[in-house]
């Protein structure tokens, strides 16, 4: 995040954007500046997870959670932020057999 107040997540075709504010930030009301996430996972739908993966491997992220492959058909894997914020990424895809 290169801002001090945090760095939008977006799409032109989207509808939403999500705002990762830094610890600290003067935007959040002082009381909650210094507070860290708890239970927070921020999921976002991708269409080549492996790709995703390895820019992010490139780029040096926080893998928390190695790409893998559930039964039910979703590719996924989790990054921290450096608020400990949890961030999955997902790709859904046909099981196996289907």
């Known amino acids: 995040m290169a801002s001090t107040t945090g760095s939008p997540i977006t799409r032109d075709d989207a509808a939403a954007d999500v705002v990762l504010l830094r610890r600290g930030s003067e935007v959040l009301p002082e009381n909650l500046r210094h507070q860290r996430p708890a239970g927070v996972i921020v999921a976002f739908t991708v269409t080549d997870i492996a790709a995703e993966s390895d820019r992010l491997v490139r780029e040096g ?21 450096p608020n400990g914020v949890v961030v999955q990424l997902v790709e859904w895809v046909a099981p196996a057999g289907t």
Not at 61 to 81: C, F, S, V, Y
């Open 61 to 81: 992220a926080n893998i928390t959670m190695e790409l893998r492959q559930e039964p039910w058909g979703e590719k996924l894997l989790q990054l921290t932020d």
